[in-house]
């Protein structure tokens, strides 16, 4: 998870960057969803993806309030 998270920084970062040097009058933006499997409390892979997919609009809709 710890990895995960750095990722997500990294990319966002990385994308700030971008948008800062580009010069477009439109910036790009990401969602993550992070999602971890759990032997403790196992699920199936597709209730995995249900769990980032909805972590994934949660942060859209943060952010899109913010805006």
């Known amino acids: 998870l710890e990895s995960a998270a750095t990722l997500a920084k990294r990319l966002q970062s990385a994308l700030e960057r971008h948008n800062q040097s580009c010069g477009h009058p439109w910036q790009l933006s990401i969602s993550l969803g992070i999602a971890c499997y759990d032997s403790a409390a196992p699920c199936t892979l597709s209730e ?20």
Do not use: E
Not at 54 to 66: D, F, I, N, V
């Open 48 to 67: 995995l993806i249900s769990k980032a997919d909805a972590l994934m609009y949660t942060q859209k809709q943060t952010r899109q309030g913010r805006g």
